[in-house]
Structures are given as C-alpha cells and as structure tokens.
C-alpha cells in the first residue's frame, strides 16, 4: 500500500532526491508519481484550479488529506511522522535549523551554473558562471561544509545529534556526494579537512535500506539536468 | 520583561526585519541584542565555543532554552507560540511552505545586486547585476509575486488562511515594501496585476501594534546594505 505520492521531475535528482532519501531510509511507501506515470501527472496536478493550495514547485508530497511543499517543509513532516528527527523542541527546531542550511547551499550551488537566470541556457551565461563558481569552491564550498563538520564535532556520536541519525543528517550525505560530482578535483583537495563529514556518509550509506536503494534503478544518476552538474571548465581555476 | 534576545545586523533591515515583523505585531517583548549593546555582543555569541549549537549566520533568536536560526525557523517557532499561525497540520505546513518560497525569493532580491559572491562589492559585479536584475523583474518578480495572489484569490478573506493573518502574510507584507523601494517604477507598472497583495499590505500596516512600530525609531530605512537595495542603474532596461 502507497501512504504517499510524491510529485517531482523524473528525470534528475533534484530537490527531490532530499525527500527521496528520507522515504526510501524510512522505508515509506511511496509513488514517484511523475517517473511512473509520466509527467503530465504532475503538471496536472500543480496547475489544478480547485483542492487544495497549488505548491510554487516541486518537489511536493500528496498524502491523504496534505498537500505539502518546499523540501525543507517535506523533510520536516517526514522526519515528525517516521522518527526521523527528536520530537522535543530543542532537537526539532536545531534539524530544521541545518535542513535550511543545507537549502541554501543547494541554491548556491544551482547557481554556480546558472549564476544569471534559470531561463536562460547554461552556455549564456558561461563566463558568470565560471566567476561564481571560482568564489563558491574558494570561499561558499568550505563555509558551509566547514560549518557541518563543527556542529559534528559538538556532537557526541556520528551524526549531528548523536547516536540516532535525522533526516538532515541524510541530506548532509546527499551534499557530499553531490559536491563530489560537481567539483570532484577541488572535494579531493579539501576532503581532509571534514573527516567526520566523511565519515557521516560512509556509515549512512552501509544502512541496508539506503544500501539497497543507492544500488537500485530508483536512485538516479547524478546529471546536467539536475542541481550537482559536472562541467569541468568550472573548476579550472 | 524581556522574553526574548534577537541577534541581528543593527544597520539594516534584511532577514531580521521579517523576524522583528511578527515580534512587534504579536507585541512579545525582545531585546534586539545588537541593536542595544553593540555588534561585539553578537559575534561573541555567534562565536561561542561552548553551549548550544551555534547557528550558521544571523538572524537568531536566544530565548530561556533555545537558540534558533533561520528566519523560516524562527517564524516556526514564534507563530506557533504566539498566535500567528494555525494550530492543525494542515495551516501550519501551509504557512512554513509561504514563508519558505517567501524566503526563495528573498535569497533571488538579495542576486540582483550580488549575482557573483556577497564578498565581492556591488561594484565589481555591476555588469553581472545589470543581467540579472532584467530577468528577476522581467521573470521572477512576477512569477512570485503572481503565485502569491493566486493563493490570497483562493482564501475567503483578506489574508492568506481567510480571516486571521498568518506570520507569513506580515512577510508578504515586507516583500511588497522591499520591492517597492528597490524597483519602484517597475513595482508601479505590475501592482495592477496584485490588488489582493497590495490591499493586504495596507489592511496590516493599520493594525495600531504593526503601524506604531513603523513609525517608531525600531524601523530601520530601507537602505543599500540590506537585501532591498535601490540601485536606478538596475532597473533601467
């Protein structure tokens, strides 16, 4: 039985991989609605005039009775219904703290390569891309990464609370991998630096349920169509 | 009494302005820390080695217990507090969801003045602004902002949830204000196309806690450090 139907483009990784990611490691059923019935399922549904309030973007999670967007807000959901986060404030609002975090680096790293407009193709905006990108893998890249590795240090377990892992925890893994796409060179050279990081997403992805998705025709491969894009020219510097 | 300590940058509005938004209409009682003893006593905070986790940047809001960040976090936390959002799953996810696209497209105002990297000056990123300040007005801007009428068309009252006003639509509130000083001529020649966005904007700066703040010495200008810039050169296309 499918508790959820998740709407998002089928055809990368996305924002919709951060819920993804959540699902599949809580062992939540759910229909990827557009990957298997075709996109106009989607589009349908965000464009539909009368239920509930329409999202902006996917991705968004239809449940029996919620029509949930924005990723950070799915996570969020997810993580209170599935044990995926502390359901005490302290803990609650901290994950939801870092999940933002992580959205804005997300962004960020959207915009490396496409630094001008969303609209236009990359190639128009190549050399604002170039610029962007030297700044982000100087300065953003270890900002934010050097971020997550000292809130890992305060911790007294392997992941950011502890012992148990959170949903953001699972999307610090996705930020590694993703980062190791895109810029692998420059992830090679500052990689020592965040050994718990590291070793964050080495134990997550031993999980047998993450395990058994990273390996199945479920997970997407990395792309140019998605946030984490591979163009060398932008790691030249 | 002071129930609250807001961390924020004491020379402008940004982020902390949506904070101080639904502190002030709520009439909670806050210290506006760097505001009253000086930015030395945010950055020991932000700095602090010890205690509870450290947020990633300002705004942060301290109470007895927590320290909160990110604006949509904190917002999280004080509309369920006080009143400014509903108390059922369904209000509540909906109003995180505004408010996260609300926060989107402040992250979008912020590039147009800083397409490149927020540590390089305006200056030296004039050409690239020039780019995308074109596209954010000719594209973004109203895709924002047409989403955020069609949503105020489908309630049955003047805000966002009907009757009651949410935290989110103090925020919506602040976007019309901010893109009205940034790209004023631009914001005349499309306000006729979000009479509901316009008419909640001038329903809550009645309320007499909201209007006495805006009159008050507590409301910083508008001025060129913050994400609400006016730069004529920007909006000349």
């Not at 630094?115 to 934010?144: C, G, V």
Request: one cysteine or more.
């Amino acid at each position: 039985m499918t508790d959820y139907k998740l709407y998002y483009w089928p055809m990368l990784q996305g924002r919709g991989e951060f819920v993804r990611l959540a699902l599949e490691d809580a062992d939540v059923a759910y229909d990827d609605v557009a990957r298997s019935h075709g996109m106009d399922a989607m589009l349908s549904c965000m464009n539909a005039s009368n239920g509930a309030l329409p999202p902006f973007a996917p991705p968004f999670l239809v449940t029996s009775d919620l029509v949930i967007a924005q990723t950070a807000n799915i996570l969020l959901f997810l993580g209170g219904r599935h044990g995926l986060a502390p359901k005490g404030d302290e803990g609650r609002f901290f994950v939801n703290q870092v999940q933002l975090t992580i959205m804005d680096l997300v962004a960020e790293v959207h915009d490396t390569h496409h630094p001008i407009a969303s609209s236009l193709y990359y190639e128009d905006q190549l050399e604002e891309a170039k610029r962007r990108s030297t700044d982000f893998i100087a300065t953003r890249m270890p900002k934010y990464l050097g971020y997550f590795e000292r809130l890992l240090m305060r911790s007294d377990g392997p992941y950011l609370l502890g012992q148990e892992h959170s949903y953001a925890d699972l999307s610090l893994f996705q930020i590694v991998q993703g980062l190791s796409y895109a810029f692998p060179s420059s992830m090679r050279r500052q990689a020592s630096a965040y050994p718990l990081l590291t070793a964050l997403g080495e134990r997550l992805s031993q999980r047998p349920r993450l395990h058994a998705y990273l390996s199945s025709p479920r997970r997407i491969a990395f792309n140019e169509e998605g946030i984490f894009r591979h163009y060398p020219e932008l790691e030249a510097e």
